[in-house]
């Protein structure tokens, strides 16, 4: 009896480890459905393989296996195509390696798969609770059909015919269980494309909340160049200079609006080795004026490191995190930008001499729509700031103290090329 239920549960493990780790491998790589489609079928007709490979042995008489679960699973959920496929393996797996009982393969294999291929497509469109019933109904029908053959056909003993009986119960049992758990699964796996697809609708309803507060960064950098034109002493050069960054600041903020409008996770795009210190130099730039106007005075010590990064996005994560430093210092101070290098990694630093965070603030800094201004903010600036670095593999250090200031630490692998000449350049750069 023992080596009885050792043979049943090494068939159900057969059976249901590909139930279990086929279709998430799948969902994990992504696989196209056609390819999805041939991949389960085969894997269907290789647990049936093993399953006549170990049968079940209760006498001498007769010999058992569960290879009708996977058949009827692989017919049912598969289509016609798969059900065909899985017939003709069975059939053909017997015919040259089986032995006794290929007439029974043979006649039950056939009803199985003439079965599955009339009642596949209602199968598929019943709920989760009737294709679990109408799968039993099936097994107990195609098990009992095995044993009426097995006894008409090659005259099994009346003890023989009483042990066959309890495959039945068992066979059923198995069936139970591993259509229950395949449906789980499948809803499992439902459930999570739906919460991927919420997630995703989630972002996209953020970050079309935050298109104001991400467009009105350009803007007020335009703004404030054309303020500057106002002032009658300026050179024809510099007016032409300030015209055409006010220019590519409005072209800045119709980019944003049809950037955000359309991407739910700040995925790099085009991926391009970025100069640090020109990146920041440039944003650097485009907020002086913003500075300006609030008496923030600017202390940077750039090296030119490179990093790889979407230099849209990235640029907007700069210009958030000055911009938010600059904001935090109403009555002016001095904001300072450091670049270096910290185990093996660019390091980007910017403090500010502001109003500061509590620590209740610092725990939901980055939450949507919390924000340290008020009715001023959206609290999404952030957000968008922690996604953006998280795309480039980076990671982001934030510390702060009341009526001190606030420290935003960025750390980002270093381009490949650089990697070679770090030392050098530190030398250069930091040399007093």
């Not at 090494?10 to 790589?29: A, T």
């Not at 039950?108 to 709920?127: D, G, N, R, Y």
Request: glycine letters at 6%.
């Amino acid at each position: 009896m023992v080596n009885i239920l050792k043979d049943f549960l090494l068939n159900l493990f057969f059976i249901l480890i590909p139930i279990f780790v086929v279709p998430l491998w799948i969902e994990e790589k992504n696989v196209p459905e056609t390819i999805k489609q041939h991949v389960l079928s085969f894997c269907s007709a290789f647990v049936i393989i093993l399953c006549m490979i170990f049968p079940i042995r209760m006498d001498t008489h007769y010999v058992y296996d569960l290879r009708q679960i996977p058949l009827w699973l692989g017919s049912l959920y598969k289509g016609p195509a798969a059900s065909v496929l899985l017939c003709f393996i069975t059939i053909g797996y017997h015919f040259f390696f089986g032995g006794r009982g290929f007439t029974i393969t043979a006649i039950t294999s056939i009803f199985i798969t003439l079965t599955s291929m009339m009642l596949s497509k209602k199968f598929l469109s019943l709920s989760s609770k009737y294709r679990i019933f109408l799968a039993c109904s099936l097994s107990v029908f195609s098990g009992a059909l095995s044993v009426a053959l097995g006894h008409l056909l090659y005259g099994v003993p009346p003890t023989s015919f009483s042990l066959s009986l309890v495959y039945l119960p068992i066979q059923s049992i198995c069936m139970l269980l591993t259509c229950y758990l395949k449906e789980m699964l499948y809803k499992n796996i439902a459930l999570r494309k739906r919460i991927i697809r919420a997630e995703k609708m989630e972002a996209v309803s953020h970050l079309a909340a935050s298109i104001s507060h991400e467009v009105r960064n350009p803007l007020t950098a335009a703004r404030g160049f054309m303020q500057l034109l106002e002032q009658g002493q300026l050179s024809a050069e510099k007016r032409k200079q300030y015209v055409q960054i006010a220019i590519e600041e409005l072209d800045r903020a119709e980019a944003i609006i049809t950037d955000y409008l359309t991407f739910a996770k700040p995925a790099p795009e085009s991926v391009e080795k970025l100069n640090v210190k020109t990146e920041i130099e440039r944003v650097i730039d485009l907020l002086r004026p913003f500075a300006n106007m609030n008496s923030v005075e600017f202390q940077t010590l750039l090296a030119p490191f490179n990093v790889k990064g979407e230099r849209e996005k990235f640029q907007q994560c700069l210009i958030n995190i000055i911009k938010n430093a600059i904001e935090a210092m109403p009555n002016g101070g001095t904001l300072q930008i450091y670049v270096s290098i910290e185990n093996g990694r660019v390091l980007i630093r910017v403090s500010d001499t502001g109003i500061g965070m509590t620590k209740e603030q610092m725990e939901r800094l980055g939450e949507p729509y919390f924000t340290t201004k008020g009715i001023k903010g959206t609290g999404l600036g952030m957000m968008v700031v922690y996604r953006i670095i998280e795309s480039m593999n980076g990671t982001i250090h934030i510390t702060s103290e009341v009526n001190k200031g606030t420290e935003v630490s960025i750390y980002l692998p270093l381009a490949q090329s650089w990697k070679n000449t770090i030392a050098n350049e530190q030398e250069k750069v930091f040399a007093t």
